[in-house]
């Protein structure tokens, strides 16, 4: 079985990797617009809700994470 401390540095890579997931994505995103506009032949709005969406799913995400990280570390502080 893993140490906890094995198991809290993995716990602080993986938050470290999904944090980063979305800034890297509106970075990917942003100059990609023009490209899904002509690509899917579809108007300037409807290429600028991806964005949109983009960052509604990027704020619910995050907003999950800090719900199950806060549910674990109580968990974890319960149990010891």
Same mark, same amino acid.
């Given at each position: /079985?893993?140490?906890? =401390?094995?198991l %809290? @540095? @993995? $716990?602080?890579? $993986?938050?470290?990797? #999904? &944090? #980063?997931?979305?800034? =890297?994505a /509106?970075?990917?995103?942003l100059? +990609? $617009?023009?490209?899904?506009?002509? =690509?899917? %032949?579809? &108007? =300037?709005?409807? !290429?600028q809700?991806?964005?949109?969406?983009? /960052?509604? !799913?990027? +704020?619910?995400?995050?907003r999950?994470?800090?719900?199950t %990280?806060?549910?674990?570390?109580i968990s974890?502080a319960a &149990?010891?």
């Amino acid at each position: /079985m893993s140490s906890p =401390t094995v198991l %809290t @540095k @993995k $716990l602080i890579v $993986l938050l470290a990797v #999904a &944090s #980063a997931l979305g800034p =890297t994505a /509106m970075q990917i995103l942003l100059p +990609a $617009l023009p490209v899904i506009q002509d =690509t899917f %032949t579809v &108007s =300037t709005e409807i !290429a600028q809700l991806t964005l949109s969406l983009s /960052m509604l !799913a990027i +704020a619910l995400g995050s907003r999950w994470e800090r719900f199950t %990280t806060g549910h674990f570390l109580i968990s974890t502080a319960a &149990s010891r």
